[in-house]
């Protein structure tokens, strides 16, 4: 995990909205002021979301802001961005999405060896019931750390 890896941003809400069945690591094709935006920091993943359509891989609801010191050619923040994947890839994805729940959900972007990278989840939702236990997992391991710590003092 650590080769040559830099994390830009990472979507913490999609791990507690959801179970990560699977993680995929893929290619994002970026116009060039882009790269420059992502590479900043400048970006936003609320509530995005993978979509295949014809074959293709595309994240929607992506926000990259414009490069700042670009000129008035600057690339549309919106736009959909395709996903560099394998055609056997693309393939197992589209049979996973058909099941029941399952959606595919940016997990972080990173840049390893200098190009942008993404994590993509097959993820299904929790119910409100799987998040409550999840909150209370994590206070009882908070809980636990305390102590850990106060009897190491």
């Known amino acids: 995990m650590g080769e040559n890896r830099k994390i830009i941003a990472e979507n913490r809400q999609a791990r507690f909205n959801y179970f990560i069945e699977e993680k995929i690591e893929c290619g994002i ?6 790269v420059k935006s992502v590479k900043n920091g400048a970006i936003s993943f609320p ?9 293709e891989v595309f994240v929607k609801n992506f926000h990259i802001s414009e490069y700042s010191y670009s000129s008035i050619f600057n690339h549309d923040p919106d736009r959909p961005k395709k996903l560099l994947l394998h055609k056997e890839e693309i393939k197992r994805l ?9 959606t595919l959900i940016p997990l972080d972007f990173y840049l390893k060896d200098g190009r942008v990278k993404m994590t993509l989840g097959i993820c299904k939702g929790k119910k409100q019931y799987d998040k409550r236990e999840s909150i209370k997992e994590r206070d009882i391991n908070r809980e636990i750390q305390r102590e850990f710590r106060k009897r190491m003092e």
Do not use: P
Request: hydrophobic share 35%.
């Open 29 to 34: 094709a970026l116009e060039g002021t882009e």
């Open 47 to 55: 509530d995005a979301f993978a979509e295949i359509s014809n074959g």
């Open 94 to 102: 589209i049979r996973k999405t058909e099941e029941k729940g399952f």
